[in-house]
């Protein structure tokens, strides 16, 4: 067993949300208690309502004319129902109607939240017919979603982007097992570098994954330009629908009060974060005040 560099305590199983109708309830509790909550559904499970939606093209916004000009009819279905998604999860977190936020974009192309939900983390994976939307108020996320048969080495030699740990760790297992275990150090390390705005295979050979004592996700070796300050990592990796592995990374972020004294504070909101495959970037920390209006949030517990 590698000594891990922390012990965090894993992100909860994502949440299966299985239409417009929710439960949000749940979202939004889940983000009360630790500031961040992970969703999966599937395109096919909300296809309906998005397209009888008769607010589908001013929801898309700006989105619409690449949805028009999706050629493949399913790619296009996809991409509506995923900003559908977001857009749902971002008013569940905030506790505002979904038509008061928009998808806009970053000057190199991610797009992030607009709105109520400007400094929300948010990110966006998908493969196949899973949809996967994480979300934080308190800190930069990151999701990944990967088919549960795929074989990573075959794609990528682990050489490439395993730590010398890790090499050392897979030679020893059976081929099954080995398979099984790099499927679930690709998808964490993605959804770490996701979290923080990378780009694909980015700081993939500086950090590694173990089992902990507990059997949870501990990391191993953070590259010294990220220090101790930038708040704790935590991590978790989950069989969804029987056909796919997501994993979830979130980084708490430390408050900054008046006496200089880092606090966790998960009524806080993270940075606008970008969709698709990469995730949040780090910027400064701000307050987060909830939003004293209708929508998701009737009937939700408020603090």
């Not at 619409?64 to 977190?93: D, E």
């Not at 905030?94 to 998808?103: A, R």
């Not at 996967?132 to 800190?139: E, I, K, L, P």
């Amino acid at each position: 067993m590698v000594a891990a560099r922390s012990r965090p305590e894993p992100l909860d199983a994502p949440l299966h949300i299985a239409g417009p109708e929710g439960p949000w309830d749940e979202v939004g509790d889940r983000l009360d208690d630790t500031g961040r909550a992970v969703i999966c559904t599937t395109w096919g499970q909300w296809l309906a309502a998005v397209l009888l939606d008769p607010a589908l093209r001013p929801l898309l916004g700006r989105d619409w004319p690449r949805y028009r000009q999706t050629a493949a009819a399913a790619g296009r279905m996809r991409f509506a129902v995923s900003r559908f998604v977001v857009r749902h999860a971002a008013a569940a977190a905030l506790n505002v109607p979904v038509d008061t936020l928009e998808l806009g974009y970053e000057p190199d192309g991610r797009p992030l939240v607009r709105g109520a939900g400007e400094d929300l983390g948010v990110s966006l994976a998908h493969t196949g017919e899973l949809i996967v939307v994480g979300v934080s108020r308190s800190g930069p996320i990151g999701v990944d979603a990967q088919p549960a048969d795929r074989d990573v080495a075959v794609e990528v030699p682990p050489e490439r982007w395993c730590t010398a740990a890790e090499r050392a760790a897979l030679a020893a297992l059976p081929e099954g097992e080995r398979r099984a275990r790099l499927l679930w150090l690709w998808t964490l390390k993605e959804a770490r570098t996701r979290a923080l705005g990378h780009g694909p295979l980015g700081g993939f050979p500086a950090v590694g994954f173990d089992r902990d004592e507990r059997g949870g996700v501990a990391l191993v070796g953070v590259p010294d330009e990220e220090g101790d300050a930038g708040g704790e990592w935590t991590f978790t990796a989950h069989r969804v629908l029987e056909r796919h592995l997501v994993g979830a990374a979130h980084r708490r972020r430390p408050a900054l009060p008046a006496d200089g004294k880092a606090q966790v504070d998960t009524g806080s909101r993270s940075a606008a974060a970008p969709l698709e495959e990469r995730g949040t970037g780090p910027r400064d920390h701000l307050p987060f005040l909830r939003p004293v209006t209708s929508g998701w949030g009737e009937g939700r517990r408020t603090p």
